[in-house]
């Protein structure tokens, strides 16, 4: 058995490295993503979709990349390739982090010690539809802490 590249698990913050943004657009510098699943085995299409898409499974998993898989999660949903490791980066942190206190609780699969409700990005002026907290720009996107997601842009938000 060969060892396969894993950087990242469920919840990682990552961002597309030079190579992909080739690859996929330069229009998703700067976004942040959030991994969704981390695959490491092949299963045939139909049988992965019977199944409820079982974890670590993929059919799109290839032994011969000597790569994990994965898929992302993004605010703006537009984004629908499976990525290697080589394609991502870890999300710049910035100096200044902060942990916020977040409603996601730890059984949740998405949830992620090192990450979650973490972010050093400026606040936004709007505000989360969900819980009404303060919403972070990390990138383009709009990420709220106590919630541990991703938003939509809020109609008051002053940035483009
Ligand atoms: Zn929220
Ligand atoms: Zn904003």
């Keep these: 058995m060969s060892k396969i590249a894993k950087r990242f698990r469920v919840g990682?913050?990552?961002?597309?490295?030079?190579?992909?943004?080739?690859?996929?657009?330069?229009?998703?510098?700067?976004?942040?993503?959030?991994?969704?699943?981390?695959?490491?085995?092949?299963?045939?299409?139909?049988?992965?979709?019977?199944?409820?898409?079982?974890?670590?499974?993929?059919?799109?998993?290839?032994?011969?990349?000597?790569?994990?898989?994965?898929?992302?999660?993004s605010p703006t949903a537009d984004f629908h390739n499976s990525v290697y490791d080589w394609e991502l980066e870890p999300a710049p942190r910035k100096a200044h982090t902060t942990r916020y206190a977040t409603t996601k609780k730890p059984s949740d699969p998405t949830y992620s010690a090192q990450w979650s409700g973490v972010t050093g990005a400026p606040k936004?002026?709007?505000?989360?539809?969900?819980?009404?907290?303060?919403?972070?720009?990390?990138?383009?996107?709009?990420?709220?802490?106590?919630?541990?997601?991703?938003k939509a842009r809020p109609t008051n938000c002053n940035r483009r």
């Design 12 to 73: 990682s913050k990552v961002v597309l490295s030079p190579d992909a943004l080739e690859n996929y657009g330069e229009k998703y510098e700067g976004r942040v993503f959030r991994v969704e699943s981390v695959s490491t085995k092949y299963m045939p299409a139909n049988q992965f979709f019977a199944e409820g898409k079982p974890k670590g499974y993929h059919p799109g998993y290839d032994d011969s990349s000597g790569s994990a898989l994965y898929d992302l999660l």
């Design 124 to 150: 936004c002026a709007g505000r989360c539809s969900t819980c009404g907290g303060a919403l972070h720009h990390e990138g383009d996107t709009h990420y709220c802490p106590s919630c541990d997601d991703f």
